[in-house]
């Protein structure tokens, strides 16, 4: 493994996180898991909910591929703050405004617009009603799994309960050996929401999650039994705030044609001795 590691630090309302190009290290997977509980360490490393990698793709039809490790060094499926993040800095880095790359098996579109990104996601999403520790759910698995709890304003505040119902729920048997991200959410209007989540594999609250905020819309859509076929919802987090869109398809009852808007910044940049 390379002795000195040149990274970018990076944040998207709030989630930060650290992004190294493996084009220039040809970094293992194995090496990448080991690195990003080092790197993400808030004492002893750099400091980030995660890690950002990202891979050249032998496919010319894509621009690259995005391989994302939670702070412990689990897989978080797809993360969509992370992902307009590293559109950012590849565009920095010579890539086009608009780009296609993909994350696992699915492929994703982006545009890059100054200081914001928007990402299209090629999933469709089921919302599912379930119960666990007596707390009415709605399970709404946007690009990774995801459940939503909904709860009035100022339990937002109450962080310390957030993290422990948080925890409770993300541990619970039903969602395992996965696990799952809790989002707590407030309607404030219409189309706005507030937004606390708990992050598996950070283990603690975050200060924005990007799928997160398409699970609350898509689960705020399905509480209020609207039939709305295209809204785009604001999303208050503690970092910022995101805008969630999709299509309704009141036959099916599902969720497509997602898409995550919001700001990308990078904070600095550095080199680390590994």
């Known amino acids: 493994m390379t002795k000195t590691l040149k990274f970018s630090k990076m944040e ?9 190009d493996n084009r ?35 496919d010319p039809d894509l621009d690259f591929t995005m391989i994302y490790r939670n702070a412990d060094g689990s897989d978080a499926g797809m ?27 699915n492929i994703y579109t982006a545009e890059v617009r100054k200081s914001e990104v928007c990402i299209r996601f090629p999933v469709t999403v089921k919302t599912q009603e379930l119960e666990i520790n007596d707390r009415p759910l709605i399970k709404a698995d946007a690009a990774t799994e995801h459940l939503v709890c909904m709860v009035p304003e100022s339990d937002l505040e109450k962080e310390d309960e957030l993290v422990r119902t948080g925890r409770s729920i993300r541990n619970h048997e039903l969602v395992l050996p996965e696990g799952s991200n809790v989002n707590f ?39 209020s039994q609207s039939d709305e ?16 869109g999709f299509h309704f398809d009141a036959d099916t009852r599902t969720y497509a044609k997602l898409t995550l808007t919001g700001p ?10 590994l």
Do not use: W
Request: glycine share 12%; aromatic share 8%.
């Open 12 to 20: 998207g309302a709030g989630n930060d996180f650290v992004v190294i």
């Open 24 to 58: 220039e290290y040809r970094l293992s997977m194995n090496e990448i898991i080991d690195l990003a509980p080092c790197l993400c360490n808030r004492r002893f490393g750099i400091g980030a909910d995660g890690l950002l990698v990202l891979q050249e793709n032998e």
């Open 79 to 105: 993360c969509g703050n992370g992902a307009r993040c590293l559109c950012m800095y590849a565009h920095h880095h010579g890539f086009p405004s608009n780009l296609t790359f993909n994350v696992h098996d």
């Open 185 to 223: 959410v407030s309607v404030t209007g219409r189309h706005s929401l507030k937004l606390q989540t708990y992050e598996r594999g950070v283990e603690d609250l975050t200060l924005a999650c990007g799928t997160g905020s398409l699970a609350a819309s898509i689960a705020a859509h399905h509480d």
């Open 229 to 244: 076929t295209d809204p785009v919802y604001e999303v208050q987090v503690k970092g910022g705030k995101l805008n969630a």
């Open 264 to 273: 990308a910044h990078f904070v600095f940049k550095g080199s680390i001795q």
